[in-house]
């Protein structure tokens, strides 16, 4: 079960909403659909949640590059909404970089006779290319809203959205569109 919330800072507080994913492909778009949350330009956060799984959070700041960290990146790499948010530069990777096998170098042809030669390379390779069980990302995100690196590394799953609205006063405005 997945749910997902845009909270636009105003000059009143924290406004809430509920957000559909379904339409959004990339990290732009995602970014996109923060910023028209907000049309004065002011901080915007997506909360993203699996139950129990992993949670991640984007911040948009008027034009600026987004700001993401996610919680487990392993476990979000399993998810649709978590792939959004796990880029190449998040990751710590060459931009562009392979995820798998170039499928016009292997040998398809049903001929093949036991383990290639480079089959321990590629092994190495996909073991640089896994995506660590720990958190990755900009942990200080929301450090100059009251939330320190501390405090976000040691969120459970299971509650740290609530736990991250409680914090910035906005967890009424939050179980609003839950």
């Given at each position: ?113 036991g383990e ?49 609205a409680e ?12």
């Amino acid at each position: 079960m997945y749910f997902a919330a845009l909270l636009a800072r105003t000059e009143d507080g924290w406004e809430a909403s509920d957000t559909e994913l379904d339409d959004v492909e990339t990290l732009s778009d995602l970014a996109d659909l923060a910023r028209e949350a907000s049309p004065d330009e002011d901080t915007v956060l997506v909360l993203i949640e699996q139950e129990e799984s992993w949670f991640g959070v984007v911040r948009v700041d008027g034009e600026d590059d987004p700001r993401i960290y996610v919680s487990d990146a392993a476990a979000a790499r399993r998810s649709a909404y978590g792939e959004l948010l796990l880029t190449d530069e998040l990751l710590g990777r060459e931009p562009g970089a392979d995820d798998g096998p170039d499928l016009d170098s292997l040998d398809l042809d049903g001929t093949e006779d036991g383990e290639s030669e480079d089959a321990e390379e590629e092994e190495e390779g996909a073991a640089a290319d896994a995506v660590p069980h720990s958190p990755v990302g900009d942990s200080e995100i929301l450090e100059d809203l009251g939330i320190g690196e501390k405090e976000l590394r040691a969120l459970d799953a299971d509650d740290a959205l609530g736990t991250i609205a409680e914090a910035l006063g906005a967890s009424e405005v939050l179980e609003t569109v839950r």
